[in-house]
């Protein structure tokens, strides 16, 4: 019976294929006058280890990117050095609810 061994290898397969960085969605954004290089730097960083930035804003120095979690390190590092600061994108209410 060869049947058990193609199921464990199928199985490793699939645990390996599952063990996917998981991607963070996340804004960073740094004070007013930050240098354009150190933006761009940023970015470099968070392209290198397989992230996406998704959207860059014009009003504010900042970029939305999806980050894979292993670069939360270096991220950090860099994000206290210029002053940056990195945030879940995330959906906020102001008000829940309402009249009834």
Request: zero cysteines; glycine letters at 8%; aromatic letters at 6%.
């Amino acid at each position: 019976m060869r049947v058990l061994p193609t199921i464990l290898a199928g199985l490793a397969v699939v645990s390996g294929a599952l063990a996917v960085d998981i991607q963070k969605s996340v804004i960073v954004s740094f004070p007013k006058g930050t240098d354009k290089s150190v933006m761009d730097s940023a970015k470099a960083d968070i392209k290198a280890a397989g992230g996406v930035i998704t959207h860059e804003y014009q009003l504010i120095d900042a970029f939305a990117a999806k980050m894979p979690q292993k670069i939360t390190e270096s991220v950090s590092a860099w994000s206290s050095k210029y002053n940056a600061v990195v945030e879940e994108d995330k959906v906020v209410k102001t008000y829940e609810g309402g009249p009834q």
